[in-house]
Nanobody
Framework: QVQLVESGGGLVQAGESLRLSCAAS????????VAWFRQAPGNQRELVAT???????NYADSVKGRFTISRDIAKRTVSLQMNSLKPEDTAVYYC?????????WGQGTQVTVSS
């Protein structure tokens, strides 16, 4: 059974950095892609960054140049390095994995950026 567990969230001040991790219970190469989404209160869940299996990484315009998605196949983890954080980055961040149309989600990790 596929399980995704996020970690690394917390409370930081604007301009600081955080690194989120998504640990998978299976080999992450079985997924077509792994992504990070986020959802702020009252907002829809939005795509932040994607790392396809064999393709180029993609980022939301709002995080380009500040966030970096990466993966460690041996450790079965996908990370999101978030630099120069802004208050508008405050949200619950979710890890998502797609396998031929089947979506898997983690439980989410809270990121709060104070001004």
């Amino acid at each position: 059974q596929v399980q995704l567990v996020e970690s690394g969230g917390g409370l930081v001040q604007a301009g600081e950095s955080l690194r989120l991790s998504c640990a998978a219970s299976v080999n992450i190469l079985i997924f077509n892609s792994v992504a990070w989404f986020r959802q702020a209160p009252g907002n829809q869940r939005e795509l932040v960054a994607t790392i396809p299996n064999g393709g180029r990484t993609n980022y939301a315009d709002s995080v380009k140049g500040r966030f970096t998605i990466s993966r460690d196949i041996a450790k079965r983890t996908v990370s999101l390095q978030m630099n120069s954080l802004k208050p508008e980055d405050t949200a619950v961040y979710y890890c998502n994995a797609d396998r031929y149309g089947n979506d898997y989600w983690g439980q989410g990790t809270q990121v709060t950026v104070s001004s």
